[in-house]
Nanobody, 129 residues
Framework: QVVLVESGGGSVQAGGSLRLSCVASRYSVSTNYMAWFRQAPGKEREGVAAIYHLGGVTVYADSVEGRFTISQDNVKNTVYLQMDSVEPEDTAMYYC??????????????????????WGQGTQVTVSS
């Protein structure tokens, strides 16, 4: 059974930084699609950043482009989301997601919610102004 465990969330002032981590078990982050999503109260879950093709390709939502960085450590089997210059609008529950390997299945792009099969429990990020 694939397990994804997020950590690193917390409270931060606007303009500050946080680094989220997602450790995967029974799943290789290096050879599949991994992504970070977020969901604010009353809003739909949205894709924030994705990484794939052995970590060589990264994709970002327009709202975080230039401020957030997704990366992976293949030895630790961990994906990170470095969040810089955070804004109050970044306040949300952040989720790590992984796509089932082997091809097939729904595909709605690297930031599409339905493209991913496995989800973590989430870590809360709160940004104060």
């Amino acid at each position: 059974q694939v397990v994804l465990v997020e950590s690193g969330g917390g409270s931060v002032q606007a303009g500050g930084s946080l680094r989220l981590s997602c450790v995967a078990s029974r799943y290789s982050v290096s050879t599949n699609y991994m992504a970070w999503f977020r969901q604010a109260p009353g809003k739909e879950r949205e894709g924030v950043a994705a990484i794939y093709h052995l970590g060589g390709v990264t994709v970002y939502a327009d709202s975080v482009e230039g401020r957030f960085t997704i990366s992976q450590d293949n030895v630790k089997n961990t994906v990170y989301l470095q969040m810089d210059s955070v804004e109050p609008e970044d306040t949300a529950m952040y989720y790590c997601a992984a796509r089932r390997g082997g091809g097939g299945g729904n595909w709605y792009g690297p930031l599409g919610t339905e493209s991913y099969n496995y989800w973590g429990q989430g870590t809360q990020v709160t940004v104060s102004s």
